[in-house]
Structures are given as structure tokens and as C-alpha cells.
């Protein structure tokens, strides 16, 4: 999937970070920019990251980056250290100077899993470290969440506020993405193509040899998978314009020769038509055509497999047509172990999850969904489906490890 064209052209969170930092009073009142300075909260994802490199490249503000590895059950910290080095390496060799440091917290409370947002301890952290340095006028933070913001606002005002700054400066806190209107798109599109494919979001990696590859189950890359998908729709329509605009409600020859004549991302095709509820007699026709081809193009990218899956798991909330939906995804190169070792089944469409893959499993398919299931990020409504699908219960005692509640439901 070739999406460097759309890099770095869109100047949308580049105007939301420097509108940010101009309604600050302590910008404001500094004569020049050169001594403003600025505590970034670099986590490795895309959000902060996209963040630093915006400030870099549109401001004179002076940039300290403090990143807090936090070890929870997971592991992410691992990998997103790793990622970190290499974000702090790229925008030091591409953009400019600043200073940066770390620190290592680890949360991993005994039989309570749930220890808050991890943005909360960013927030403070972050008013820690501006009161004992004394001289930072503002701390970023890249979030994209509005309610995570507000509690991170009022968190570092409180940590900030405890007993006072004493003459100095009271630091404020900028959140250029929540304040603004910028989508996952442009926060993409803000930074180079190299660096975005850097950036870390996976909750629950897969430790691979010596680093860490994404789970791509968890809730954070299958929010990665449709901002991917969104922007290579925003890239692919122009070039397929004619085609979309023409072909779907024309002849079928014509259809077919036209297709054979533009040569589409046969992938894109199938997706977008499903996107827009194209007919399904056209959809199957692009299948029963093309499905080699398609699978050809999905089987070595993991981008395109992530958008086909989380397209399944998509399909049990918003289409009427689930089945065929799901049959149409599945031709083209879904992966349904990865599919149901997702925790997104909606409890409503339960049933119709069952009753759709039941006849369609074997027990390889069955253990590779329990193999692909991330421990630490496993809920009560996937494991009950895959045991009423017939997996292995001794598969899933290490999740039962971690979550008492699911002891009852194994020993059932
Ligand atoms: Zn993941």
C-alpha cells in the first residue's frame, strides 16, 4: 500500500498546535519564542510523536521530551521504547535539536487489573518534573480523547497547584488535538511517512526474536488499521474516481473490461464497494473475477489482512447483510483466528457470530484464535465464544491466570 504521496502535506494539526500555543498566556507574554520551553510527554504513539515533530518544525520553542516507560502486564513498554529511540533518532537527524530524558514506573497491581489511564500518569509526571525544574512555560501532550483530557487538565493543575510555584512561572498545559478539529487523518498526514510507520500502538505486543511485533487484535491497532484505511481511501479515490463513478451500475462486461483496462487496487475496489453498499451482485462479480488477485495483494500486507478482519468484526454492528458480508471478506483473505481472538464482538450479535462460524471452523483455526488471543487484554464475551465454538479449554488457563472471573467459566 503505497500511502507516501499524501506525507507530510496537510497543514491542519500544524495550525492546531501553533493557534494552541498562542492562546497560552505564558507564550504570550514571552517576547521571544526562541525562550519559550516547552515539556513534551513522548509516548511513542502516533499522537505525540506527531506533536514533537510539528513543534519542531513550525516553532523556535525550545523542546525538552521526557518519556515515562510504563510497565504494566503487557509488555508495551518494551516496545514502545524501542520506538521512542528511534523517534527521538529520526527528529534529531531530520529536524533539529532539543533535549530529552526517562523514567520507569511499573503498575502491575495484584488482582486488579484496571489502574487507570495511562495519560493520567503522564499528567503527573509531567507537573513533577516542572516542579522540581522550575522553568518549563508549557507541557504538551498529544491526546486525542477529550474526557482523558480534562482529567489530565485537572490532575496536572492539582499536582502543579499543591504548594505553589513559589515566584516562578506556573507551567500550562497545551493539547493542540483535542483543541482543535483534526481527525486521525491528519495527524498522519502531519509527519513524514518514515516516522509514522515508527510510531508504536499496540497494547499487547508479540515478543518476535529480539524485538516486538504488533498483536493486531487489540483495540489500539485496530484503531491504527482504519486510520491506514481511511487514508489510503482519501489517496485511492482520486485515482479510481472515474472508475467508482462509472462502472458500479453499468454493464457487467463493461464493467469488467473497464477494470481490466484501468487496473485498479483490486483490494481498495472491494473494500470501497462494500464501504458504500455497492450491490452485492457487483461485488460478486469483482470476486468471482478477481478474488486470485485479491488474495494475491492481501497476503503479504498486513495492512490490508488488518482492514479485511476488523472489517468482519464490523460487519456483526452495521450491515444487514452480516453473511454475506462476511463470505464476501472472507473470499477476499480475512483471517478468522485473528477475527475471534478480538475482544470487539458485540454481545448483542453473539448469536450471530456463533451461528456464522460454527459450521466454518476446525480446531486449527480454533487454536490458532486461541493462541492469537492476547492474555492481558482478553474479555469474559471472547473467551465465551470460543469455548462455545469448541476450543481447548486447557488453552485458556493462563488467561484465567490473570482474570479470576473467567475460573468459573472454565470449570462450567
Ligand atoms: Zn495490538
Known sequence: MDLKSNYPGNLSYAKSVLNELASTQNYQIKEDEENVKILLMLSGGIDSAALLVNLLSYTKCQVHVHHVQLADYNNAHRAELERVQKILDFCLRNIREFTYSFSFTEERYEGNYSCGLDAELWAFKAARICKSHRDFDLVALGLSDKRAALQCSDVFKTVVNCDGFMGSTIPQLILPRVAGDCDNVDIYESMPKELADICWSCRTPIKYEDS??????????????????????????????????????????????????????????LIYGLENNFPNRRINLLLEEFA????????????????????????????????????????????????????????????????YFKPRLDNELLTKAVLSMPPTDSNLTRVKLLIELGADKSQLSNIAEIYPELKEVLAA
Open 212 to 269: 516486538y511485533v504488533p498483536c493486531r487484535t487489540c483495540s489500539s491497532c485496530r484503531k491504527r488499521s482504519f486510520t491506514v484505511r481511511d487514508l489510503w481511501f482519501k489517496s485511492e479515490y482520486e485515482r479510481h474516481q472515474d472508475l467508482l463513478r462509472l462502472s458500479w451500475f453499468s454493464e457487467k462486461d463493461k464493467f469488467l473490461e473497464l477494470v481490466k483496462q484501468i487496473k485498479p487496487d483490486l483490494t481498495y475496489l
Open 292 to 355: 486470485e488477485q485479491i488474495q494475491e495483494e492481501v497476503k503479504n500486507d498486513f495492512e490490508r489482512q488488518d482492514i479485511l478482519n476488523f472489517m468482519v468484526l464490523d460487519s456483526a454492528w452495521t450491515q444487514e447483510n452480516f453473511e454475506n458480508r462476511i463470505s464476501f471478506l472472507v473470499r477476499a483473505g480475512a483471517e478468522l483466528d485473528r477475527v475471534l481472538a478480538h475482544d470487539a464482538h458485540a454481545d448483542k450479535y453473539y448469536e450471530e457470530f456463533v451461528e
